[in-house]
């Protein structure tokens, strides 16, 4: 998994000053904040409905391995194979190995987390394979060589003007000259080239939002249909997944399709809910031939038993991300990983290694307000302050901050140094205010004034000026 | 409504570094409802850090020695009462995480915990009731996130302004940070500028001429950025507004110094 959160300051300070962005970023609000409060909102029992979604995630993840072998068996009764990837190498690998034993030469994929997490894509096309994308938004990205900047709404960092840009240079190879300008043209003249593609496609590759043990069922939410045209048109039909997107049963799948599109867009249910169980059967008038399930661990069974196992409980609604206050600012290309915001910022270290993603963690304010929101009730500030803490035992923390932090503790601890400490920095920044504001600061301090003034104290100390009037 | 000071007890105010070192006159302003509440004020001596700074560093090692100390140092009060949300959820919600069971701190950390307020759930607890003044200009009222969302801190300090005379406005966002967040201030400046920013255009939007919040860490943040922009919307702890202490002369008699 490739990650490149080194630069997440110096693009985020970028991305803060891109009116291009800072537009489409405010999308955000509107379009899923105040949608999944109004969603919340109508539906009586929400919040019970969350306890019980974190029960079902809680004890799936506690039997994991049982309910993946129940999985595996129904699918294989169906007909159907599973086949298990220890890691993106292994995933990859297997992917191309049923599209060459199929002798693909194109597959469309529906939009699928894992599939960018594994980077599917450049071992498809190194195979002499095309790939698809058919979710809108992913076909944008696909056509702009970019990454999705959020788990649900991979293009929400793009203007209609950039798409018909987009458009206007890729589409003429397909006959469309004329650059469009209305939301619908868009989408109509997409969906006409992708109409194309979908039945010239050998393979499907679809992701999957939950797997039923209990059928043998992958099960996908979209709202463009085109998860049911990737899966049930081509011959072969392979599910790429997570190993924790297991449920036990159905119902226990009804109480999270039930949160999912709430917590997401605020939907109350998505235009298409698609159960794929296994290979077409003999009375079936269409559907694949072969269906396949590649089950990726890739560093999830590592959480298991560690304080990161609840990460694993994540349905990804992505509401997280658009509680973010610190997401809604910068966008997703600035964490430099597939998963951003607060469940990327656990995540992510948890995949590819904490020493690859050291600001994700950090670039919290620790609001709790993903928390608040998280369906499954994912405590994700809790596990940020883990991976700071696993950060600052292996001495990955910046130098100047374990400094401070060191030099800070040891005043706490000598109370008469403290008072001390702190009324020289009173006097010192008295000192520096004019009319009781000082505008500029040095050091860590810099960082501070760069945008905003500070207001001087008023006085010496409260200990101080307490001990002078009450004795103490 | 005032007590005779000592008809309920006593309190230990923890005053909370950045009340400590920047704005006094907020303890002050906490000491004077606690008394007018009818408690007896005690600022136990040696108090520091609470420690949240390392704890959110991930200087664990360092946070349970900080917490300890606290720990003894609250150790014979009945009631712990403080001025911030922020620094009231790191001793009530917080402490009782970094001790294991075997611990012999463990209990203590618990037992603190469930003596521990932030200073308006206390006063509203107490059934306190500000006195009211007729004609108070309207305030906004800006929710600290960790005294919102660790400690439901939502209702009681609205309610004892409204009781006050103060009509509350609400901003367009409330459950939106202000983008101070302890250390990430300092560790990413200009995120935390953007958000001070949309939050000081939110306190704008909303007409009043004073913002009152509960948490100093907010104050300065909020204050800052308003000031930079050359906004003339003044910024208080939501004690000072309610002990009556509306302006900075109160305090000003150390100035001196400056």
């Known amino acids: 998994m490739q990650v490149e959160s080194g630069a997440f300051v110096e693009k985020a300070r970028a991305a803060l000053t891109d009116a291009t962005l800072q537009h489409a970023l405010k999308h955000i609000k509107h379009g899923f904040v105040e949608a999944r409060a109004g969603a919340a909102a109508r539906l009586p029992g929400f919040e019970a409905m969350r306890d019980r979604a974190r029960d079902i995630r809680a004890h799936t993840l506690a039997h994991l391995a049982e309910h993946l072998e129940r999985f595996e068996a129904n699918v294989t009764a169906l007909g159907g194979h599973v086949h298990w990837a220890a890691d993106a190498e292994e995933a990859r690998a297997i992917v191309v190995r049923l599209c060459r034993e199929k002798g693909a030469r194109t597959v469309t994929k529906s939009k699928s987390m894992v599939t960018e997490e594994i980077e599917l894509n450049p071992a498809l096309e190194a195979a002499g394979i095309a790939p698809v994308e058919t979710d809108l938004g992913e076909y944008i990205i696909q056509l702009r060589h970019e990454k999705p900047s959020h788990i649900i709404a991979p293009v929400i960092h793009l203007s209609k003007d950039q798409v018909a840009d987009t458009f206007h240079a890729e589409h003429p190879k397909y006959g469309f000259t004329e650059r469009l300008t209305e939301r619908p043209a868009l989408v109509r003249e997409a969906r006409a080239i992708l109409r194309e593609r979908f039945l010239k496609a050998d393979v499907g590759i679809t992701g999957a939002n939950f797997l039923v043990a209990e059928t043998g069922s992958a099960v996908v939410v979209t709202n463009e249909g085109n998860a049911d045209l990737t899966a049930s048109l081509p011959d072969t039909h392979i599910v790429v997944t997570g190993i924790e997107k297991v449920v036990p049963t159905l119902a226990d799948c009804h109480t999270l399709l039930r949160l999912l599109p709430r917590s997401a867009t605020g939907q109350d249910i998505t235009a298409y809910v698609s159960f794929f ?196 | 409504m005032s007590a005779s000071p000592e008809s309920h007890g006593t309190i230990a105010l923890f005053v909370t570094c950045l009340v400590d070192l920047m704005r006094p006159e907020v303890g002050f302003a906490a000491a004077a409802l606690a008394e007018r509440a009818g408690f007896r004020v005690v600022v136990p001596e040696g108090q520091t850090c609470c420690g949240q700074p390392n704890f959110n560093g991930g200087d664990r090692a360092a946070a349970r020695r900080m917490a300890a100390r606290v720990i003894r140092l609250l150790e014979p009060f009945e009631r712990v009462v403080v001025p911030s949300g922020s620094c009231a959820a790191m001793i009530a919600v917080h402490y009782p995480s970094l001790f294991d069971d075997a611990d012999a701190l463990a209990g203590k950390a618990r037992a603190l915990a469930v003596r521990t307020r932030e200073l308006t759930a206390f006063l509203a607890e107490a059934g306190f009731a500000p006195e009211a003044r007729a004609g108070a200009a309207p305030v906004a009222y800006h929710d600290a996130c960790s005294g919102l969302r660790e400690l439901g801190v939502r209702a009681q300090p609205r309610a004892l302004l409204r009781q006050a005379g103060v009509d509350v406005v609400e901003l367009a966002e409330p459950e939106v940070c202000c983008g101070f967040g302890g250390t990430f201030c300092v560790k990413y400046p ?61 305090f000003a008699e150390d100035d001196s110094a400056g």
């Open chain 2, 190 to 250: 200009d995120i935390s500028a953007r958000m001070a920013a949309n939050k000081a255009a939110d306190i704008e939007a909303a007409g009043a001429a004073t913002v009152a919040m509960g948490d100093v860490g907010c104050m300065l943040n909020i204050e800052g950025r308003l000031h930079r922009q050359g906004s003339a919307v003044r910024v208080r702890h939501v004690a000072e507004i309610l002990a009556g202490h509306l302006s900075d002369e109160d």
């Open chain 1, 277 to 472: 169980t296994g290979p077409k059967r003999a009375a079936d008038l269409s559907g694949p031939s072969s269906f396949h399930v590649v089950l990726v661990d890739n560093g999830r069974s590592s959480m298991l038993g560690t304080e990161f196992e609840e990460m694993l409980r994540c349905i990804r609604c992505g509401a997280c991300l658009n509680h973010c206050p610190v997401y809604a600012n910068v966008g997703g290309h600035a964490y430099g990983s597939v998963y951003p915001g607060p469940m990327g910022a656990v995540l992510t270290p948890s995949l590819a290694g904490i020493d690859k993603a050291g600001h994700l963690p950090n670039a919290s304010s620790f609001c709790g307000r993903c928390e608040a929101v998280c369906p499954v009730r994912i405590p994700l500030p809790k596990m940020m302050r883990h991976w700071r803490e696993r950060e600052f035992e292996r001495h990955l923390s910046p130098a100047p901050m374990r400094w401070g932090l060191g030099l800070w503790a040891a005043l706490a601890a000598r109370p008469a140094l403290y008072r001390l400490a702190l009324g020289l920095a009173s006097r010192l920044l008295r000192g520096r205010a004019t009319k009781g504001w000082i505008g500029r600061l040095p050091l860590a301090g810099a960082g501070w004034t760069g945008g905003r003034d500070l207001r001087a104290p008023s006085g010496g100390t409260f200990q101080q000026q307490w001990r002078r009037r009450r004795g103490g």
